[in-house]
């Protein structure tokens, strides 16, 4: 791996196809876009200045999608108890000009971010990685160090908890 | 018709994807409540993994990339390309505008016409003796005589 300086353009490309995705992880744990951002730089800038400890450039992904919740976490940490979350989870995509249609959907997602909201952490936190964008069930193991098997209980878990709070 | 209360989680796991045991299938087949409660709650497990798939996690503010990229300090790899553009366009462009024929205003027929237009009466300004002031007299050669009374044509 070449010094953090020659490889510059390759950065600015890692840092551009995995931007995205590892602001969505802070945000997963912030809630909040402004500090998911702030999240992002800093593990840009760690990362950047830590390069040359990558010696598979093949894992930089993984690498800083890992750093991203822990920087994520530290920072919910530092934050009072009335944590600065705004609940910006997650975004609605909306391909209907029905507005009943509309409406229901809406008021579905309501209820349901409220009860993502009452889940277990545990539960929580692999729903909603698995909603970032281009993330297996491999890569949420590897983000929160635990094994594939688990995460994918995890995930059964929390879609029965919602089945049962949604439709009893 | 209400599934039968002891099957209840395990209609429940069906719905969610989890694999049937053969007892589950052997009650299913003779218990229509309980296959009833089954197609609806795969139903509402299908809803419930469509408003999932709807959502999509929140994404960034626009440029925030380039935010971080700033805040790094990484050296643009565009920015030599630019530079180098820049100095081409330098070159070239004042090359261009020298060497490329300036375009000549077109002259309207109009103003053409009017600068060949000449007044019917110029030919009654001449003088019968014009030809004496175009002409130089010449010591010994007589000087063309001149009359008065010469018609005067107006082409």
Redesign the interface.
């Known amino acids: 791996m070449p010094e953090p300086?020659d490889s510059?353009?390759q950065?600015?490309r890692l840092?551009?196809e995995t931007?995205?995705m590892v602001?969505?992880v802070a945000?997963?744990v912030l809630a909040n876009?402004t500090d998911?951002?702030e999240v992002?730089?800093d593990v840009?800038?760690r990362a950047?200045s830590r390069l040359s400890e990558l010696r598979d450039p093949q894992k930089f992904r993984s690498w800083v999608a890992r750093m991203s919740w822990r920087l994520a976490l530290n920072r919910l940490r530092s934050q009072s108890r009335s944590a600065r979350r705004d609940g910006?989870?997650?975004?609605?995509?909306s391909d209907t000009l029905d507005p009943e249609d509309e409406a229901a959907?809406r008021e579905?997602?309501g209820r349901?971010e409220t009860e993502i909201d009452s889940l277990p952490e545990k539960l929580r936190s692999v729903?909603?990685l698995r909603?970032?964008?281009g993330l297996d069930c491999a890569d949420i193991a590897g983000i929160l160090g635990i094994p594939e098997g688990t995460v994918r209980s995890r995930l059964?878990l929390a879609?029965?908890q919602?089945?049962?709070a949604?439709?009893p | 018709m209400s599934p039968c209360e002891q099957w209840r989680d395990r209609l429940?796991?069906g719905?969610?994807?989890?694999p049937a045991e053969p007892d589950l299938s052997s009650h299913l087949a003779s218990c229509p409540a309980c296959a009833e409660a089954l197609a609806v709650?795969r139903a509402?497990?299908a809803?419930?993994?469509a408003?999932?798939g709807?959502?999509?996690?929140?994404?960034?503010?626009p440029g925030?990339?380039e935010?971080?990229?700033t805040?790094?300090g990484?050296?643009?790899?565009s920015l030599p390309y630019l530079r180098i553009a820049a100095g081409v366009a330098a070159l070239v462009v004042p090359a261009l505008l020298i060497l490329w024929p300036a375009p000549r205003p077109s002259i309207p027929a109009a103003t053409t016409q009017l600068s060949l237009w000449r007044s019917p009466t110029d030919s009654l300004l001449r003088s019968p003796a014009d030809s004496l002031l175009r002409e130089v007299p010449r010591l010994g050669v007589a000087a063309p005589v001149i009359h008065l009374n010469e018609e005067i044509h107006v082409p």
Not at chain 1, 88 to 93: R, S, V, Y
Not at chain 2, 74 to 77: I, N
Request: hydrophobic share 55%.
């Open positions: 300086d510059a353009p950065f600015e840092l551009r931007y995205r602001y969505q945000n997963t876009p998911a951002e992002a730089q840009f800038l950047h910006a989870w997650l975004a609605l995509q959907r579905f997602a349901l729903l909603l909603a970032v964008d059964f879609r029965r919602l089945m049962k949604l439709f | 429940l796991d719905a969610l994807g989890a709650w509402n497990a809803r419930l993994d408003a999932l709807e959502f999509a996690a929140a994404d960034p503010a925030a990339a935010r971080a990229l805040r790094i990484v050296p643009r790899p």
